[in-house]
């Protein structure tokens, strides 16, 4: 509770400021939407280079100096950067977004993906969401706080990913280099939910994520003909082994965001299940909301780390003893949680000397971040600007965005993407992607108050 009131306080407080000055215009971050959208900045084309140089251009004309912005190619793709300068010594805030889409092949599509299409209300082409629609609205804020002769106490610095559907290459460049920044805001997490009827209905504020850990299990045999069979054998152990894993369930977790997140959830979905989550709020313990959270897909990866069996190979030969079978075991892991721990615990279920628990080397931990109350204020301002009084939900992704690698380097990540949109218009990753064209003037109205605010 002294949390929310210490964050509520600030929210009047900040309520209480002067007007800011007026957000970036509309046809100009609609412009750099619709230019963004025909740089198709898919992995293997090379074009993320010309996207980061497109965007430094709008900069430059709004006054940055070729010094306030650096390209960085990484192999085929690059890194992007640009400060606005702050008036004091303090950490710098970083926003975060990524230049690069997921492939899209133009036979499958009603338009050609990568040639934006204003029709309907909405703009059309990959990207136009994820995450090119929050990237030109920051672009397009930080041009405009820099005609507006702004200047912060806290440098702001823009940084864009160009493979963050992939490799993430580019993300741990981008951390290790900017370790030392206050926090981080990023497009690419949290936003608006709009119902069916068109009104606002909560907004997630995405503060942490799930690890995502691959291990693999291993079991080899001397092998044989298949007529003398021995009580050894690589798939029946990996079979039995599996089995076991699939019929585990960790220990279930809690933290702040959920302990936080969970009642208002509740609120918003209601019967057995918000029911449920209330109840695991109140007690993490309680057996029949934990039973009943784990029935239910979209909220079983809220309550501690999940592990499934993805991939199973065997065997060399049909008339062979397998020599050697492996499976492959996807865990999202509960932040805070190290990697090993997870990896011990699967050792210790497998309870088979002979099952190798091997470990993804790039796999790293993450713990979620604080609700840090002037962060908190800020957003609930920024939101209830647009949408008075509206539910603001502190939230953990099963997936990943470029904050889990800040978060891993200490620094705080928090998803405070400014597009509000329906559940039916959401096509990221899919065929049609789209973003209203409405979304487009309240999100620069989000982001100048957002930067405006928590830079002071």
Request: aromatic share 6%; glycine share 8%.
């Amino acid at each position: 509770m002294r949390l929310v009131s210490a964050f509520l306080a600030s929210a009047a407080l900040l309520a209480a400021a002067p007007a800011h000055a007026k957000p970036a215009d509309t046809e100009t971050a609609k412009k750099i939407l619709k230019d963004s959208i025909a740089i198709p900045t898919v992995e293997g084309r090379g074009q993320v280079p010309k996207l980061a140089a497109y965007y430094a251009g709008v900069l430059k004309a709004a006054g940055y100096a070729d010094s306030d912005i650096e390209i960085t190619p990484i192999g085929e793709t690059a890194t992007f950067a640009a400060t606005l300068h702050g008036t004091t010594k303090a950490k710098p805030i970083v926003l975060l977004g990524h230049m690069d889409v997921v492939e899209a092949d133009p036979k499958d599509w009603t338009r050609d993906p990568f040639v934006p299409v204003e029709e309907n209300g909405y703009i059309f082409g990959r990207g136009s969401e994820d995450n090119k629609f929050d990237v030109s609205m920051m672009v397009a804020t930080m041009a405009q706080l820099k005609k507006d002769g702004f200047k912060p106490k806290r440098s702001i610095i823009l940084l864009l990913s160009g493979d963050e559907e992939t490799s993430m290459t580019t993300t741990r460049a981008l951390a290790a280099k900017y370790k030392g920044a206050e926090f981080a805001l990023n497009g690419d997490g949290g936003g608006g939910t709009i119902g069916e009827d068109g009104k606002p209905k909560y907004y997630g504020l995405q503060a942490g994520e799930k690890t995502y850990a691959d291990f693999t299990l291993e079991v080899t045999n001397p092998g044989g003909h298949s007529s003398r069979p021995s009580d050894t054998n690589a798939i029946v152990q990996l079979s039995t082994a599996l089995a076991k894993v699939g019929a585990y369930r960790f220990t279930p977790q809690q933290n702040e965001l959920t302990k936080v997140g969970m009642p208002i959830v509740a609120d918003q979905v209601g019967g057995d299940i918000g029911a449920a989550l209330k109840a695991f709020a109140a007690n993490p313990a309680d057996p029949a909301a934990i039973a009943k959270i784990r029935s239910d897909p979209e909220y079983v990866g809220q309550i501690g780390t999940t592990c499934v069996p993805t991939l199973v190979k065997g065997g060399h030969a049909e008339n062979a003893l397998p020599q050697r079978a492996t499976a492959n075991i996807n865990c999202r892991i509960f932040p805070g949680v190290a990697v090993e721990t997870v990896r011990a615990e699967l050792e210790k279920i497998i309870a088979d000397p002979a099952i190798k628990v091997n470990t993804d080397p790039d796999a790293s931990a993450s713990d979620a971040s604080p609700l840090r109350p002037d962060v908190m204020a800020a957003v609930t301002k920024a939101v209830h600007a647009r949408a008075p009084g509206l539910p603001i939900i502190p939230s953990m992704s099963a997936g990943a965005t470029d904050s889990y690698h800040f978060r891993i380097q200490g620094v705080p990540s928090y998803g405070v993407a400014g597009l509000f949109s329906k559940a039916s218009d959401s096509f990221a990753h899919g065929l049609n992607e789209r973003a209203p064209v409405d979304a487009i003037a309240p999100a620069l109205a989000h982001w100048d108050s957002l930067l405006r605010d928590l830079s002071k």
